[in-house]
Nanobody, 122 residues
């Protein structure tokens, strides 16, 4: 059974920092893992992604470049999003996303965490 469990959201003042964590289990072949966010009335948007296919890459939304850092700890099966210099416009629900093949399966699927609220006050 695939599970993605997020933690680390909360309320912070502008200029502050938060670190989100997403512990995943049940997936043995991962092609991508990343973070998305959604604000009220807006579409869900990509924040940061690690791609493992080919030579691999890390990409960020222009709005967070230089402020956010995505990383992973294979031993803990966890992906992180370090968010620094937070702005009020970063306020959103943040979702972990992992794409891969589950144990016992043959096809790749897209899996989502439950979401964690990040609120940045001005």
């Amino acid at each position: 059974q695939v599970q993605l469990v997020e933690s680390g959201g909360g309320l912070v003042q502008a200029g502050g920092s938060l670190r989100l964590s997403c512990a995943h289990s049940g997936i043995f072949s991962i092609s991508d893992m990343g973070w998305y966010r959604q604000s009220p009335g807006k579409q869900r948007e990509l924040v940061a992604v690690i791609t493992f296919t080919g030579i691999g890459s890390i990409d960020y939304a222009d709005s967070v470049k230089g402020r956010f850092t995505i990383s992973r700890d294979n031993a803990k099966s966890t992906v992180y999003l370090q968010m620094d210099s937070l702005k009020p416009e970063d306020t959103a629900v943040y979702y972990c996303n992992v794409q891969g093949i589950p144990y016992g399966g043959y096809d790749a699927h897209v899996y989502w965490g439950q979401g964690t609220q990040v609120t940045v006050s001005s």
